[in-house]
């Protein structure tokens, strides 16, 4: 009989968000129980195996699957105060996304990760829109920036709200998971440049470093979280760089210095960055100083436009003038690859889901597939950058 691989049965708990109680209950066994198959001094029966597998929507198999290392650390956008769950959830669905990508790779012949390197923020933005010949305009799309330069983004669903992003600089190169419900288009475009930031400034911290970083986050006597000096420069930098990518100083500074609050709404049609972005990085400019940055954030929200609505890291964040004018982003990289494997190399479609050791709706969840087209017969509407993919020779339909 097949033996459950405890990190995968701990993976699947992580991303459905399960609790131990609730399915020793519906499997009709002690917490207790459940609890040794997570930590691996306990086995359950054939039977069990199965319940367990559809009471987390993944295929028995997966559970049964040894899986290669777990590869490097992972940065969260707005970890630490998430706590463990949520944690786990998105270091799971990163792990999901490469074992698709991993799969795919037996078919199609991906780019080679290009991404700069750089120490500072601004260093880094600059190389950044140097490599993709972006010019001082705005960002057309910054999903797929990332994946011209050989970023894996997928998306995710995050059991809480200010859980919106998560990177892993991988062995085959990085990946990115983002969550898309419930995230403003500008907010997830400005998340997708945060997470590009850590891929491009933060790849010497180590493991040791990053869980140190984390660990040293406290909750005050009022339950306010306080995070560490280290976490808070790394996300310091990652925002950094973030609005400097998407507001270069040459060209949105000369537009933002003559302003005035009210003319942020026509900024933000221009250049697709959330409000308190580009008063921060007026502030980096020089064009702010405190007090300035202060009476624009209250000129902001007092704004009859924008009622104030809970944004990410627990901050209170003014709703987006444009709201839901723009259109969100998605990636299409991977939705790209698995087109190709079916039409051009003759890939079945159940052969990749089962190639990726998970479900069906996992894997269109994690590459941006329609629901349901795994089972179904519609061709995938190409959206991602088809002219960086090959079909590996071996596998070419002739």
């Keep these: 009989m097949s033996v459950l691989v405890p990190a995968r049965l701990k993976e699947a708990v992580s991303v459905r968000q399960a609790r131990v109680n609730d399915l020793a209950g519906q499997i009709g066994v002690s917490t207790g129980l459940v609890q040794g198959w997570l930590d691996g001094t306990a086995r359950p029966d054939a039977a069990q195996l199965l319940r367990l597998s559809v009471l987390l929507a993944v295929p028995p ?12 650390h992972c940065f969260h956008r707005a970890a630490p105060q998430m706590g463990e769950r949520c944690l786990s ?90 969550k898309t419900d419930g995230v403003s288009p500008v907010r997830l ?40 000096p280290a976490w808070s420069k790394l996300e310091g930098e990652a925002d950094a760089f973030a609005r400097a990518f998407l507001l270069p100083a040459a060209s949105f500074g000369a537009e933002a210095e003559t302003s005035t609050p009210g003319d942020l709404p026509a900024l933000q049609r221009r250049w697709k960055v959330p409000l308190l972005a580009m008063i921060d990085r007026m502030r980096d400019l020089g064009l702010l100083d405190r007090n300035g940055r ?43 690859a698995v087109e190709l494997a079916v039409t051009e190399g003759g890939v079945g479609r159940r052969e990749i889901v089962e190639a990726t050791g998970l479900s069906s709706g ?16 519609n061709v995938v509407p190409l959206r991602g950058e088809r002219s960086t993919l090959s079909v590996r020779s071996c596998h070419r339909r002739a």
């Design 362 to 377: 996992d894997v269109e969840a994690l590459c941006g597939l329609p629901g349901g087209w795994i089972a179904g017969g």
């Design 189 to 228: 475009r400005f998340n997708a440049a945060h997470e590009l930031g850590h891929i491009v400034l933060h790849r010497h911290v180590t493991a040791g470093e990053f869980d140190a970083a984390v660990s040293a986050c406290r909750y005050d006597r009022d339950y306010q979280f306080r995070p560490s």
């Design 61 to 72: 198999a997966f559970l049964v699957r040894e899986r290669r290392g777990d590869g490097p």
């Design 294 to 336: 202060a009476y624009w954030v209250k000129r902001v929200n007092t704004k009859a436009w924008l009622p104030a609505s809970q944004g990410t890291c627990g901050a209170w964040l003014p709703r987006e003038p444009i709201g839901d004018e723009l259109q969100q982003e998605r990636p299409g990289l991977l939705a790209s």
């Design 89 to 178: 959830e998105m270091e799971s669905l990163l792990l999901w996304l490469g074992d698709v990508h991993e799969a795919l790779g037996r078919w199609i012949e991906f780019p080679e990760p290009a991404v700069p390197v750089a120490s500072e923020p601004e260093e880094g933005a600059t190389a950044v829109r140097d490599a993709l010949g972006l010019g001082l305009g705005p960002v057309s799309n910054v999903m797929a920036a990332l994946e011209r330069l050989g970023v894996v983004v997928g998306t995710g669903t995050a059991g809480r709200g200010d859980l919106v992003g998560s990177t892993r600089l991988d062995a085959a190169g990085p990946l990115a998971v983002l």
